[in-house]
């Protein structure tokens, strides 16, 4: 099994930035997928999850409104839209199959 996280980096406030998890080595299109972040000093939260078919999403309430997480199961890949970002949204974030593997993560920094 194989998470692969892309497309962190440092952002203002404000801004926006699209995370991308290729997955590889189990069945993606009926697997649930995650997306979590930890901040320095604190622990690792669930931001959003989605279900197999994609029509089934829940948030964190901090990022409702602002995060869309989406997949392409043809693709093998979850996806987060952040938009709107604050500097509390400061962590490395992480997708998780199905409970069980996660990916290296990727930092986001919200900075100005």
């Known amino acids: 099994v194989q998470l692969v996280e892309s497309g962190g980096g440092l952002v203002q406030p404000g801004g926006s930035l699209r995370l991308s998890c290729v997955a590889s080595?189990?069945?993606?299109?009926?697997?649930?997928m995650r997306w979590y972040r930890q901040a320095p000093g604190k622990e690792r939260e669930l931001v959003a999850n989605i279900n197999s078919a994609g029509g089934s999403t829940n948030y964190a309430d901090s990022v409702k409104g602002r995060f869309t997480i989406s997949r392409d199961n043809a693709k093998n890949t979850v996806y987060l839209q952040m938009n709107s970002l604050k500097p509390e949204d400061t962590a490395v974030y992480y997708c998780?199959?199905?409970?069980?593997?996660w990916g290296q993560g990727t930092q986001v920094t919200v900075s100005s």
């Open positions: 080595g189990f069945t993606f299109s009926r697997s649930l």
């Open positions: 998780n199959a199905i409970g069980a593997y």
